[in-house]
């Protein structure tokens, strides 16, 4: 049994992914090549931001609207303790220091009220100015926008979506990565959209940061190549990436309903033997991950290993807990939410293609764990 099962994708794509990677091989422009173009007007559409930035991974799509946010040493950037490592190192690397926020117990995603304490806690201690926001779509699942964009209307900072796990999902009807002023996304392999390697998106209806951004996509250029006017980074997606997206894309909107099937089968099988992500209404998830909480989760796993049944830990340690972020002076106890979602939490097998069979094995081996 597979935990992600691409190949089953694969099958079923083959001939277009053959054609569309042939092409670029005959045209040889494997670098901002026309499949690049092509694919981030695809995406702007399909998100309906007016721009969209293809780079070369979900770190680079978080780091790079940073950069041209301005963030550096003196700011804060509020990000939720449990999510993906890179939503915080993005941060640090921009020079702002990440300031931790606790979960909400039943979405997993970032607490709003919390939010709004640490930002009011933060203003209140003058060692560093609050300048953004990075709610992450946790599983696929949006964060709570509407709250989150009221806190920061308030406050007068950025929001960036975090939606490298959310790709396809949507909230009240408008899709991730369009949920605030910027978003990014990441099309690493286990994403929901994913590519053959590394690869990101930005989307915004920033007409300034989307300059910005393409400049500092290659090295901060300027009018030409040659003229600088700020120091960027080497960021662009490949074009055999864009090939294997625009391939994939194109049964991408039916593989988001297959995984609507997939986890409402498992929200039924498992009803009452573990704690189930919460969807808010408003939300459609990408289902990035199908994530459960149980007391008892490492016994669990283990009875699912016996039966050759892969699960996985997203995530075992919050971000504050991170040998990485020790210079910043939390401690166990800070976030007590986040801290048992981490010990509670696993993942099970997730794909478009898992048939109901295989489901109600697992259910099944999960019941009887
Ligand atoms: C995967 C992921 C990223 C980073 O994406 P990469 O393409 O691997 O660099 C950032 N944030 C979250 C929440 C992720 O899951």
Not at 46 to 56: E, G, I, K, R, Y
Not at 63 to 68: D, E, I, K, V
Not at 300 to 324: D, F, N, W
Request: aromatic share 8%.
């Amino acid at each position: 049994m597979q935990f992600i099962d691409l190949a089953a994708q694969q099958k079923r794509i083959r001939r277009q992914l053959d054609e569309r990677i042939k092409k670029v091989l005959d045209h040889g422009q494997y670098v901002l090549g026309p499949e690049i173009r092509e694919l981030e007007d695809k995406l702007a559409a399909f998100v309906d931001m007016p721009f969209a930035v293809s780079v070369a991974s979900g770190t680079d799509a978080l780091l790079m609207p940073l950069m041209a946010e301005k963030a550096g040493p003196g700011d804060a950037v509020f990000a939720p303790t449990f999510t993906f490592i890179a939503t915080a190192g993005a941060i640090a690397l921009s020079g702002a220091t990440p300031v931790f926020v606790d979960s909400d117990p039943e979405t997993f995603n970032i607490d709003p009220d919390e939010l709004e304490k640490s930002i009011r806690k933060t203003i209140a201690a003058k060692k560093f100015v609050p300048k953004g926001i990075i709610p992450v779509d946790l599983f696929g699942q949006p964060a709570d926008y509407r709250a989150i964009q009221a806190i920061a209307d308030k406050y007068g900072l950025f929001v960036l979506e975090d939606a490298a796990q959310s790709f396809g999902a949507s909230q009240n009807g408008k899709k991730a990565g369009a949920l605030a002023a910027i978003g990014a996304t990441s099309f690493f392999p286990a994403k929901p959209l994913g590519c053959y390697g590394d690869g990101g998106m930005i989307f915004t209806a920033d007409k300034d940061m989307n300059e910005q951004l393409l400049s500092i996509r290659v090295h901060g250029q300027g009018t030409d190549k040659y003229t600088n006017v700020r120091v960027g980074i080497n960021g662009r997606m490949d074009s055999l990436q864009a090939a294997v997206l625009l391939a994939k894309l194109e049964i991408f909107p039916e593989e988001i309903e297959l995984r609507q099937q997939v986890a409402g089968r498992y929200d039924r099988l498992l009803a009452g033997a573990v704690k189930i992500q919460k969807v808010l209404q408003e939300n459609v998830s990408a289902w990035a991950q199908y994530s459960v909480l149980h007391p008892r989760r490492d016994q669990v796993i283990k009875k699912l290993r016996e039966k050759s049944i892969p699960t996985a830990i997203y995530y075992p340690i919050p971000l504050h807990l991170q040998e990485a972020f020790s210079g910043l002076g939390y401690d166990r106890g800070d976030f007590p939410v986040a801290e048992k979602i981490a010990g509670e939490v696993f993942s099970l097998p997730f794909h478009p293609y898992l048939d109901e069979q295989t489901q109600e094995e697992i259910a099944a081996a999960v019941q009887s764990a």
